[in-house]
């Protein structure tokens, strides 16, 4: 079946360092994946960060990027200098070219942003 | 921000008692899923709705759960029999354009 693998947490950062948290994944039922990155702040619920849904192209939503590479099968979240407020659980997901499809998530990396 | 509203927030439950939850798609949205996300973080899909009719669902769904999405009705999830291993956080997401968008969740505690 389809599967997500993204860095095991927890990662814990100081303030305006730069961030990769890693999310490779395998699509055995799905030929043309979308890929996202899901965030969910403490005591929030879970959000959509941001979605890319072709190969090569790059998505970026609140100073995080992340880059579709269907090479080498990965989506890794990249933020070039992090803030205290970016403490989260951030989840990389897969899902189909379908409204009706499921997503497959990766089982969340804890960040943790020291001031 | 997801306007997919759930309720309620928390739910206490003793084994082999129901457990009902319910949630509000966004407005427009046209098919509503249910995950459970266990203590693990591991999300499971459990059943998925478009226009009422069931689109997908997993054996345990099937066997233990019932669901519905009535037109001009919350979507409900609901456990017959709850059991301790179903002790997790349920989430509703409702979906446009391949994008699903996620509830705050409600979190069952079976004792």
Known sequence: ?115 | NSKVIQTPRYLVKGQGQKAKMRCIPEKGHPVVFWYQQNKNNEFKFLINFQNQEVLQQIDMTEKRFSAECPSNSPCSLEIQSSEAGDSALYLCASSLQDTQYFGPGTRLLVL
């Open chain 1, 1 to 115: 079946g389809d599967s997500v693998t993204q860095t095991e947490g927890p990662v814990t950062v100081s303030e305006s360092e730069s961030l990769i948290i890693n999310c490779t994944y395998s699509a055995t039922s799905i030929a043309y994946p979308n890929l996202f990155w899901y965030v969910r702040y403490p005591g929030e619920g879970l959000q959509l960060l941001l979605k890319v849904i072709t190969a090569g192209q790059k998505g970026s939503s609140r100073g995080f990027e992340a880059t579709y590479n269907k090479e080498t099968t990965s989506f890794h979240l990249q933020k070039a200098s992090v803030q205290e407020s970016d403490s989260a659980v951030y989840y990389c997901a897969l899902g189909g070219r379908s409204n009706t499809g499921k997503l497959t998530f990766g089982d969340g990396t804890v960040l943790t942003v020291k001031p």
